[in-house]
C-alpha cells in the first residue's frame, strides 16, 4: 500500500506544474485579448488604464470554465509523456501494476477539475461577469447600472397554450413594483380577460393591482371592471426573486439559477437556448476528465513523444473539441438537434475516442 501512495503522489506532483502552467498561458492569452480591446475603450471615453485591467481580469472566471479543460489535457499529455519517454511507465507495469492502477490518479484529477469547472461556472463566473456588466458601463456612461428593469414580459403556458401574458414597462426590484401594466389571460387559447393598471405592487406574498380596470370576455359579450380605489390580486406563479431572474442575461446565472429559470416556463415556450446554455454549463466542465483519460492513453501510447509534441497534440484537440462543440450548438439553436444532445455532442464524440482507446490500452 506505501508504494501505491507513493506512486499516486510522483503522478500528482509531475501533473501540478504543467496543469497550473496550461491555466496561466492559456488563461492569459484569453485575458490579454480582452484587454488590448478594454485598453482602447478606456482611452475613448477617458477612463483611467487600471480600470480596463480591471475589467479584464473580471473576465477570468468565465475564461477559467474553457481554460480548465484544455489545461488539464496538456497537463497529463506532458506529465504522462515524460514519465513515458523516461521509461518510468514501463518500470511500474513491469511491477504488475495495471493501465487502469496506474492512471487511476490521473483519472481523479480530472474528476477533480470537472467539480473545479462545475463550481466556477455555477458560483464566480456569473458573480464576475455581472460585476464585469456593471464596471463596464459604470466606464462608458459613467454611472451605475441601472436598478430599474424596462420593458418586463411575463408568460405562463398551460397545456403548450399561452395562459397569462404580463406587459410593464418598468420593474423595480427594491421596491418589487411594476408599472403601466398590461395583463392579458387566455382560456383555450383565446382572450378571456385584458387588464390595465397603473401599478402592480407584490404584499403579503402575492401580487396586487392598483388603479386600473379589466374587461372580461364571453362569446360577443364583454364585461369591464374598474379599480381605482381598490386593489385586484392577481395569479401569477412568478415571485419577485424570478422577475428578476427572468430578465438576467443566460451569462449572467450560475448553473441552478438556469435550471430554476427554465422550469419557471414550465417547458413551454421558446427556450432552447435556454436548454443548451444549461447542458454546456455542465458538459464543458466534464471535459476535462474525458481529457485527462485520453491524455493519459495518448501520451503512453507514444513512449518517445516529448513537450514540444504534447503541446502540439493539446492545441489540436482542444481545437477539435471547440469545433465540434461550435457546430452542434449552431445545429441545436437551429432546432436540427435536441438541447442536451446539442450540448454533449462534443463530449460523447471525444469521449468515446478516450474511452476507447483507454480500454484498448488497458488490455
Known amino acids: 500500500m506505501k508504494l501505491l501512495s507513493i506512486l499516486d503522489k510522483y503522478i500528482y506532483q ?40 480591471e475589467l479584464a481580469l473580471m473576465k477570468f472566471p468565465q475564461v477559467l470554465v474553457y ?51 462545475l463550481f466556477v461556472n455555477d458560483i464566480l463566473a456569473p458573480a464576475a461577469i455581472t460585476r464585469y456588466e456593471a464596471l463596464f458601463n459604470q466606464m462608458v456612461r459613467n454611472k451605475p447600472m441601472p436598478v430599474i428593469k424596462k420593458n418586463v414580459i411575463l408568460e405562463e403556458y398551460q397545456g403548450g397554450l399561452l395562459k397569462t401574458l404580463l406587459y410593464a414597462t418598468k420593474f423595480d426590484p427594491t421596491t418589487n413594483t411594476f408599472t403601466d401594466i398590461s395583463y392579458f389571460t387566455f382560456e383555450g387559447g383565446k382572450p378571456e380577460s385584458t387588464t390595465q393598471a397603473k401599478k402592480m405592487v407584490w404584499t403579503d406574498k402575492a401580487w396586487y393591482l392598483e388603479q386600473g380596470r379589466t374587461i372580461f370576455y364571453d362569446n360577443l359579450k364583454t364585461t369591464e371592471m374598474t379599480f381605482d380605489r381598490n386593489t385586484q390580486p392577481v395569479s401569477i406563479n412568478y415571485q419577485p426573486s424570478d422577475v428578476t431572474l427572468v430578465n438576467k442575461d443566460p ?76 457546430l452542434s450548438s449552431v445545429l441545436g439553436q437551429g432546432g436540427h438537434l435536441p438541447p442536451i444532445i446539442a450540448a454533449w455532442t462534443q463530449n460523447i464524440i471525444i469521449g468515446a475516442w478516450s474511452l476507447g482507446l483507454a480500454l484498448k490500452r488497458g488490455r
Open 251 to 326: 451569462s449572467q446565472m450560475g448553473i441552478r439559477e438556469l435550471r430554476k429559470r427554465i422550469l419557471l416556463t414550465n417547458g413551454q415556450g421558446d427556450i432552447n437556448d435556454l436548454l443548451i446554455e444549461y447542458h454546456q454549463k455542465i458538459s464543458i466542465p466534464f471535459a476535462s476528465l474525458i481529457f485527462a483519460l485520453l491524455g493519459a492513453t495518448l501520451a503512453a501510447s507514444s513512449p518517445r513523444s516529448g513537450s514540444a509534441r504534447g503541446f502540439g497534440l493539446s492545441i489540436a484537440i482542444v481545437f477539435l473539441y471547440y469545433v465540434l462543440l461550435t
Open 14 to 53: 509531475e501533473l501540478i506544474l504543467p496543469f497550473l502552467f496550461g491555466v496561466l498561458a492559456f488563461a492569459s492569452i484569453f485575458v490579454a485579448a480582452d484587454l488590448v480591446y478594454l485598453a482602447r475603450v478606456a482611452v475613448s471615453v477617458g477612463a483611467p488604464f487600471l480600470q480596463a485591467v
Open 67 to 117: 481554460v480548465l479543460p484544455m489545461s488539464a489535457l496538456m497537463g497529463v499529455l506532458l506529465a504522462v509523456g515524460k514519465l513515458s519517454q523516461n521509461s518510468e511507465l514501463i518500470a511500474v507495469q513491469a511491477s504488475g501494476q495495471s493501465f487502469w492502477r496506474t492512471f487511476r490518479p490521473i483519472i481523479v484529477f480530472g474528476i477533480i477539475v470537472t467539480l473545479l469547472g
